[in-house]
């Protein structure tokens, strides 16, 4: 069975600070790793994935993640954060070997303060 | 536009009235699935479809169906509701395969008395 941690309910950084939402999976096969970003009130946004290749993958918003095979992370990072990126954010894998199942982390509340 | 369109946005029903949350996405996407959002767990899969006609389980698929008779449109049927189907539920399409990002409706907010 495959799952996803993300261990900080919570993450609070002053903006201009750089930030970083953790995320560690498991699954089967090789992973194939999202994140996504939800604001209030709506539906949950594509930021990024991992597929193969390059182990840092570059998404929307100027955020970026690292997988780490060895440590099985796949953690959001972002060099100066803005008060916009308040939100919540879900990591999420996809097995190999099963193309319909999605899962989910429990979400990180990511607060940016001035 | 792209987008996945649900219906109702919020809906308060009692216990046992059949209800229904359709779900339509235009962006020609062979895969749909419908999770549900509830505080502390995250996203929780219920069911998934990869093309037309072919469905399976997720996560917590107890109470629920569903059908795929058309590729654009995945309703979500909660034949006898409960209270604890109340929740947030959201609909996602993308393109075929495990590689591709989900596209999410704005979500459907569920209260059964």
């Known amino acids: 069975a495959q799952s996803v941690a993300q261990p900080e309910d919570q993450v609070n950084v002053a903006e201009g600070n750089p930030l970083t939402v953790k995320c560690t999976y498991s699954?089967?096969?090789?992973?194939?790793l999202f994140w996504y970003v939800q604001y209030p009130n709506r539906g949950l946004q594509f930021l990024l994935k991992?597929?193969?290749?390059?182990?840092l993958v570059k998404g929307s918003y100027g955020f970026e993640a690292e997988f780490n095979k060895s440590q099985t992370s796949f953690h959001l990072k972002k060099p100066s954060a803005l008060v916009s990126d308040s939100a919540l954010y879900f990591c999420?894998?996809?097995?190999?070997?099963?193309?319909?199942?999605?899962?989910f982390g429990d979400g990180t509340t990511l607060t940016v303060k001035p | 536009e792209a987008q996945v369109t649900q219906n109702p946005r919020y809906l308060i029903t009692v216990t046992g009235k059949k209800l229904t949350v359709t779900c339509s996405q235009n962006?020609?996407?062979?895969?749909m699935s419908w999770y549900r959002q509830d505080p502390g767990l995250g996203l929780r899969q219920i069911y998934y479809?990869?093309?037309?006609?072919?469905?399976d389980k997720g996560d917590v698929p107890e109470g629920y169906k569903v059908s795929r008779k058309e590729k654009r449109n995945f309703p979500l049927i909660l034949e006898s509701p409960s209270p604890n189907q109340t929740s947030l539920y959201f609909c996602?399409?993308?393109?075929?395969?495990?590689?591709?990002?989900?596209?999410f409706g704005e979500g459907s907010r569920l209260t059964v008395l």
């Open positions: 996602a399409s993308g393109p075929t395969g495990n590689t591709g990002e989900l596209f």
């Open positions: 699954v089967s096969g090789n992973p194939y």
């Open positions: 991992y597929i193969t290749g390059d182990n």
């Open positions: 999420a894998v996809r097995d190999v070997t099963n193309a319909g199942k999605s899962t």
């Open positions: 962006m020609n996407h062979e895969y």
């Open positions: 479809s990869m093309n037309v006609e072919v469905t």
